[in-house]
């Protein structure tokens, strides 16, 4: 089969990674890709958002699969736009990727189905949200309505931090459109926790838990993230969380979506906090995290391939799929700077040594190739992975791995998946 992968960050990698694994996979291709991705697949400079050049690509190819990795062209339709042209594309359609692509609506989804989830109160104009955060309690939770990159939510400690969130989203466009409409929810406290699950809005097969660390700096300081590491299993997500998640979380949001007519197909991400209350849901994604992704696959047995043809033709009840039993452990390099301003173009080296350590894997997100040398073209670079018989030895595995890299103000956190509690 000639498969197209559209993304080109850490987890596009890992699903390139995976589908090479299959035995049906003859051809890969990834739009964009990048530097690590460029070693197992055919990169192609296209925009993961422009939605008519990927399809008039995959169209003109003849390829046989598109798997859609990211969440805006998931949200911009390049499924629907795909299927509209006759061709298979693995990922929801525009209706159902809605979930992650407004706050406003997943949180109004969860309230009419009873699914466990923070109180919250909407707005779309900044003095009314201001007044109601000058009566409320403190730590609040802001969110922008739409996709930020994963950096669109803040935790404000006291009304001076909130008014400015709220004021820089609304009136100042810190996150262009996503932030013209804000959820602003009650604070919960727990241990975090994510599962993605496959559906194809019969069947839904949670994978494996995880755990990712969305803070820049160690002991979960600094600013927001797209995630600076992970790690799986969960250190917390037993049998019997689990069977509550199910029942109260995970097959109820598939029904919801069914009965809204709004069938998901795809990966559902659930992004979980373990509160004195219960498990209640944080945040859904309509596609595979990142970097949870990079520390699930690689416990995953199962072919992906197979996985995914399953949930398109909804037999996804028919699929065997199997886990490791071993923990794997993700570590992200970063850019100095990072979150914020960075700098690129930057030199890699000692990913070859990394990977000659036992059950390394090195996923790259912002690389790209420069004549023979790799570089840095992004804020997160590489996903240093390791998997190993237990959350202790994949930790310290991953670790002797990371060390073995270097780039000019490359920085990490040193304490993915320490915390005993997580």
Known sequence: MKVLVVGGGGREHAICWKLRQSPRVTELI???GNGGIAKIAVCVPIKATDVKAIADFAEKEKIDLTVVAPDDPLVMGLVDELESRGLRAFGPR?????IEGSKVFSKELMKKYGIPTAGYEVFTEADKAVEYLRRGSFPAVIKAEGLALGKGVIIARDFAEAETAVREMMEGGKFGDAGKRVVIEDFLTGPEIS??????????RPMVSAQDHKRALDNDQGLNTGGMGAFSPSRIYDEKMADECMNN???PT??????EGRTFKGVLYFGLMSTKDGVKVIEYNCRFGDP??????PRLKGDLLEIFEAIIDERLDEVDIGWKDEACVCVV???????E???????ITGIEAAESLDNITVFHAGTKLDGDKLVTSGGRVLGVTALAPDLDSAIKRAYEGIEKVRFDKMHYRRDIGIKKNQ
Do not use: W
């Not at 599962?195 to 839904?204: E, I, N, P, Q, W």
């Not at 949870?292 to 696959?297: D, G, H, I, P, S």
């Open 249 to 251: 979380i995970f097959l």
């Open 30 to 32: 990834c739009a964009p």
């Open 254 to 259: 598939m029904r919801a979506m069914n009965a």
């Open 195 to 204: 599962v993605l699950a496959f559906t194809d809005g019969k069947t839904l």
């Open 341 to 347: 301003k960075y700098e690129t173009g930057k030199e």
């Open 292 to 297: 949870e992704t990079q520390a699930v696959l």
């Open 333 to 339: 390099a970063a850019s100095g700077g990072y979150p």
């Open 94 to 98: 525009a209706n159902a990727a809605i």
